[in-house]
């Protein structure tokens, strides 16, 4: 499950840097070669879908990394280690089971 969850943080991350590459900060981008305002789908959509899809593929990171680390072992505490050491039978010099 955890190569599942680590599989798709990955695919997203790659996914996230082409999406923030097709944008252009001065406002050109993938948008600007649609041509005209006046066509199906437009300036205005497209823009929309990238920064929908800029949003989503974070959020994604950010859900799928909580759970992983969610579902990590917890670490044994000290205390509960010497408590086991320590109640384990002993057994006397030269016994034999």
Same mark, same amino acid.
């Given at each position: 499950? &955890? +190569?599942?969850? @680590?599989? +798709? $943080?990955?695919?997203?991350? #790659?996914?996230?840097?082409? %999406? $923030?590459? #097709?944008?252009?900060? /001065? =406002?050109?981008?993938? @948008? @600007? &070669?649609? =041509?005209?305002?006046?066509?199906? =789908?437009? %300036? /205005? /959509?497209?823009?929309?879908? +990238? &920064?929908?899809?800029?949003? @989503?593929? !974070?959020?994604?990171? #950010?859900? $799928?990394? +909580? #759970?992983?680390? %969610?579902?990590?072992?917890?670490?044994?505490?000290?205390? &509960?280690?010497?408590?086991?050491?320590?109640?384990? *039978? %002993?057994? !006397? *010099?030269? !016994?034999?089971?």
């Amino acid at each position: 499950m &955890d +190569i599942i969850l @680590s599989t +798709i $943080v990955l695919l997203s991350s #790659v996914l996230l840097i082409l %999406v $923030v590459y #097709v944008q252009n900060p /001065k =406002g050109g981008g993938l @948008s @600007s &070669d649609f =041509g005209s305002p006046g066509q199906l =789908g437009g %300036v /205005k /959509k497209t823009n929309e879908f +990238i &920064d929908r899809l800029t949003w @989503s593929l !974070a959020g994604i990171i #950010v859900l $799928v990394s +909580i #759970v992983i680390t %969610v579902r990590q072992p917890k670490p044994q505490k000290k205390e &509960d280690s010497q408590k086991q050491q320590t109640e384990q *039978p %002993v057994q !006397a *010099p030269g !016994a034999t089971k």
